[in-house]
């Protein structure tokens, strides 16, 4: 039986548009570049407090929202649990300001592969438990830039039984 994660990647649903207040905070604050990163239902992992991480794997990413030099950056990790981090903005659904730490992360699966991802973590469980995140809702997360510094937005959204999303 498909859960309503995995429904969402196959019901059709209009290319998303920014919320207008989250549109005016990004301007008021000299923001431009705003692009669609990821828009995922969220799993267990991603709001639990053991996991201490929101998972942005590389194959549901819409839009590159690197620079070449952050790509550059973030992969000078050496994959020994010693990964390179970013400090960014990040303009919660409230529209709070504060930083959240992006990373690369490498996980080993049982064959042996391997599967890329970047991952927000540091202040991520008091931002899940601030906005009361829960399994199977959906997120997106936005990027922009300030000064050419890399910027993220998240959204909350609501599924509505036609398979369109609402705004919070």
């Known amino acids: 039986m498909a859960t309503r994660c995995d429904q969402q990647y196959t019901t059709p649903s209009l290319p998303p548009d920014l919320p207008i207040k989250f549109r005016k905070r990004i301007r008021a604050l000299g923001g431009s570049d705003i692009a669609l990163v990821i828009q995922k239902c969220l799993f267990k992992t991603d709001v639990s407090s053991g996991h201490i991480r929101l998972s942005i794997p590389f194959n549901q990413i819409r839009k590159t929202f690197l620079t070449p030099q952050a790509t550059e950056f973030l992969n000078s990790g050496d994959n020994k649990k010693k990964c390179s981090e970013m400090e960014v903005m990040l303009i919660e659904p409230s529209l709070h300001r504060g930083t959240i730490s992006l990373k690369k992360w490498e996980m080993k699966k049982a064959s042996g592969s391997a599967t890329s991802m970047y991952v927000l973590v540091g202040q991520w469980n008091s931002v899940a438990w ?35 999303f609402i705004k919070f």
């Open 130 to 164: 601030r906005i009361t995140l829960r399994e199977d809702e959906t997120v997106q997360l936005w990027s922009f830039r300030i000064n050419s510094k890399l910027c993220l937005a998240l959204v909350k959204r609501k599924a509505k039984s036609n398979g369109y």
